[in-house]
């Protein structure tokens, strides 16, 4: 199957693009789309033999859920067995945006989207080219990260098509993702809302609508059997051994750089993460920038993108210093951690 790659504009999007794509996805196809988090590998919620393709193209575990996308209120509404009084706090606050809802689910959505669950994952994306395909592929698109399962999410078209070029016949090119990572995720089938996947919206915020709110520990006990994506199996993960190093700045600049001089003896091609404010500090080894600490949102939209550039340099160890930045910290080390397997060094 030779993948087509359409561009798309957001502020002018073509009607016979996303007619051709909603034709896709309404006969029970596959298309790659951009949201405001990541791209997407959409195909209809409702039809369990498009979701097993979605598994089938990424090489996903059939236990882990995939997010419904819809476009309206009203059509959450057909897909549920009951909504709470936080549905519409929430939504009225973050949605279109980046936070995935979890409610018990009907019998119109199919357990091969759940993963087997009797409860479905709900988000409405802020963007107009996914509101757009959503509208044109009949309302209801299952969308994980348009990527093989386990490696970095994709937050640029290249990245789709360097997984996907052979497994799908349509990609949506509409540019970088603006945030750069999934959706916060919660859980209101409990008496307590349960954050299940950390992300752009932070606890604190979600809290300030709708009062108290917990995490849930399976975000790092991988035993447990998922509620949603991102809670079982390595995700996000470069094809480098990924370690997290953790302790004060200058700590973790002289162990990275031990680690590294150590690395470079034995022959083996290293990398660092460090932040603009710390990399001219490293000696040895591909050293690249995330971003800046003081400006959260730029480790976050870089975060998969360094991944994948490491991937391309062919690097055998990649180094990360560790971020505990005041709103995003939570969702940022989620991903890191999983990348590395919860490899973490202490730097004394």
Not at 18 to 35: D, L
Not at 93 to 118: C, R, S
Not at 256 to 266: G, P, Q, S, T
Not at 313 to 340: H, W
């Amino acid at each position: 199957m030779r993948m087509m790659v359409k561009k798309i504009d957001e502020d002018n999007i073509d009607p016979e693009v996303i007619s051709q794509a909603g034709r896709i996805i309404r006969e029970g196809g596959i298309v790659a789309f951009p949201t405001e988090t990541v791209y997407g590998l959409g195909a209809d919620a409702l039809q369990p033999e498009a979701s097993k393709k979605i598994y089938a193209v990424k090489g996903r575990p059939s236990d882990n859920p995939l997010i419904v996308h819809i476009c309206c209120m009203e059509d959450m509404e057909r897909i549920v067995s009951y909504m709470p009084e936080a549905v519409k706090l929430l939504a009225d606050a973050f949605w279109p945006g980046p936070l995935t809802m979890i409610l018990n689910k009907n019998d119109k959505v199919p357990y091969e989207t759940t993963g087997g669950m009797d409860t479905v994952a709900i988000r409405m994306p802020s963007s107009k080219t996914a509101l757009a395909l959503i509208r044109a592929g009949g309302g209801y698109i299952a969308a994980p990260s348009a990527n093989i399962s386990g490696r970095p999410s994709p937050t640029l078209a290249e990245h789709v098509y360097e997984d996907l070029k052979e497994r799908i016949p349509l990609l949506l090119d509409g540019g970088a993702a603006g945030i750069g990572i999934e959706s916060t995720i919660i859980d209101l089938t409990t008496e307590v809302p349960v954050i299940l996947r950390p992300g752009y919206i932070s606890l604190e915020m979600i809290e300030g609508v709708i009062g108290p709110v917990i995490m849930d520990p399976g975000i790092t006990d991988s035993a447990r059997k998922p509620k949603a994506p991102g809670m079982k199996y390595r995700h996000y993960a470069p094809e480098a051994n990924l370690i997290l190093v953790e302790g004060d700045a200058d700590s973790v600049i002289s162990k990275i750089n031990m680690l590294i001089a150590e690395d470079v003896r034995m022959g083996k091609k290293a990398g660092v993460i460090g932040t603009k404010e710390t990399i001219g500090h490293y000696g040895q080894g591909l050293v690249l920038s995330i971003g800046e600490r003081r400006e959260e949102d730029t480790i976050v939209h870089n975060l998969y993108k360094i991944l994948r550039e490491f991937d391309g340099a062919g690097v055998d160890v990649i180094y990360s210093e560790c971020f505990s930045t005041p709103r995003m910290g939570q969702a940022i080390m989620n991903r890191l951690l999983k990348a590395a397997g919860h490899q973490v060094i202490k730097a004394i």
